[in-house]
C-alpha cells in the first residue's frame, strides 16, 4: 500500500512557473513507476509525465515536452513536476499516482493516487 500527497498547485499567471510536490508514504518508494496525470473540466484525464521504476528514463505528453520536467527524490520518497512556461490550456487538476509495472502512460495501469492539486493558469 503507498500513500501519495501532492501539494504545490496554484494559480499562476501565462507564461509562469509551478513546481508540484507527491510525497509517498507506505512501501519502498524505489519499487515503483511514477506518474503525473491531469484533469481539465469536461475533459478526460490524460498523462502529463512519468519515471520508469528505475528512475533511469522518462516520458512526456507531446504537449509539455521542453516545458515539463520530472524528477524524483528516493532519499525523500518524493516525485517533482516541474512546470515552466504555462500555458491556459495546462489548466487541470494534477494527480500523482504510482504503478507497480515498469512503466506506463496508461491511468488503469496505476495502482496509487494522489487526491490531486489544482492548478490554474490565466490567461
Known amino acids: 500500500q503507498v500513500q501519495l500527497v501532492e501539494s504545490g498547485g496554484g494559480l499562476v499567471q501565462a507564461g509562469g512557473s509551478l513546481r508540484l510536490s507527491c510525497v509517498a508514504s507506505g512501501r519502498s518508494f524505489s519499487r515503483y513507476a511514477m506518474g503525473w496525470f491531469r484533469q481539465a473540466p469536461g475533459k478526460e484525464r490524460e498523462f502529463v509525465a512519468a519515471f520508469t521504476r528505475s528512475g533511469g528514463a522518462t516520458g512526456y505528453t507531446d504537449s509539455v515536452k521542453g516545458r515539463f520536467t520530472i524528477s524524483r527524490d528516493n532519499a525523500k520518497s518524493t516525485v517533482y513536476l516541474e512546470m515552466n512556461s504555462l500555458k491556459p490550456e495546462d489548466t487541470a487538476v494534477y494527480y500523482c499516482?504510482?504503478?507497480?509495472?515498469?512503466?506506463?502512460?496508461?491511468?488503469?495501469?496505476?495502482?496509487?493516487w494522489g487526491q490531486g492539486t489544482q492548478v490554474t493558469v490565466s490567461s
Open positions: 499516482a504510482a504503478s507497480s509495472g515498469w512503466y506506463s502512460v496508461r491511468g488503469n495501469e496505476y495502482d496509487y
